[in-house]
């Protein structure tokens, strides 16, 4: 048990869809992350939040984009996504970020594997 | 910003030990070093930290030289679910850029029957 829910766990979506991936988190942590895992490469790192202010937009491009309505919870809402786009979305969370200490580390939820189509 | 080194893959029989020693030269002061296992088509979980020397826990254990250019994560008496991909982080440090909790490739982990 991570702490760190996602849903939907599978979506498949067309190019003109708007959808929202959500992920929670039960950990009473400061920071969110978002990341997206293509086939065979590294994780990227896609948006940090911390303190539900963002704090990293790894030049992301604006048809995603995140939302943190509090330090529970972060969605990323898509609309008008490429079939490049497919690919593992994951959330984290951690209690602190950027002190380089150990309250940095992350907790992963399960992903959502996103197609589009 | 702390880079790290990892070897791309490692095979090993079932019930051997097995090291991955990933290499991270600018290491800074306050970083600590971190692990993850990630099995395909899931998130990464974290197995161990270290600031410097050795930790253990039921996992594995962390061996952190005095210099702490390098650690070396310890899987005791592997088993065919080990295999996985073994990331080794250092903490970023946030500055006029963009700071950055990399993973980089990681160590693919292949146990053999």
């Known amino acids: 048990e991570t702490g760190v829910t996602q849903t939907p766990r599978h979506l498949v979506m067309g190019m003109t869809n708007k959808k929202s991936l959500k992920c929670e988190q039960h950990?009473?942590?400061?920071?969110m992350y978002w990341y997206k895992q293509s086939a065979k490469k590294p994780l990227e790192l896609m948006f940090v939040?911390?303190?539900?202010?963002r704090v990293e937009n790894n030049s992301v491009p604006s048809r995603f984009s995140p939302e943190c309505p509090n330090s529970s919870h972060l969605f990323l809402h898509l609309h008008t996504l490429q079939p490049e786009d497919s690919a593992l979305y994951l959330c984290?969370?951690?209690?602190?970020w950027g002190s380089g200490a150990s309250t940095d580390t992350q907790y992963f939820g399960p992903g959502t594997r996103l197609t589009v189509l | 910003l702390a880079k790290t080194t990892q070897p791309i893959s490692m095979d090993s029989y079932e019930g051997q030990e097995v090291n991955i020693t990933c290499s991270h030269n600018?290491?800074?002061?306050?970083?600590?070093i971190t692990w993850y296992q990630q099995f395909p088509s899931q998130g990464p979980r974290f197995i161990i930290q270290?600031?410097?020397t050795k930790v253990t826990n039921e996992v594995a254990s962390l061996f952190i030289p005095a210099d702490r250019k390098s650690s070396t994560l310890s899987l005791p008496r592997v088993s065919l679910s080990d295999t996985a991909v073994y990331y080794c982080?250092?903490?970023?440090?946030?500055?006029?850029?963009?700071?950055?909790?990399?993973f980089g490739k990681g160590t693919k982990l292949s146990v053999i029957p």
């Open positions: 984290a969370s951690s209690q602190d």
């Open positions: 600018n290491i800074a002061t306050n970083d600590y």
């Open positions: 270290g600031y410097k």
């Open positions: 982080l250092v903490g970023g440090i946030p500055g006029a850029g963009s700071y950055q909790l990399t």
């Open positions: 950990l009473g942590h400061n920071a």
């Open positions: 939040y911390s303190l539900e202010e």
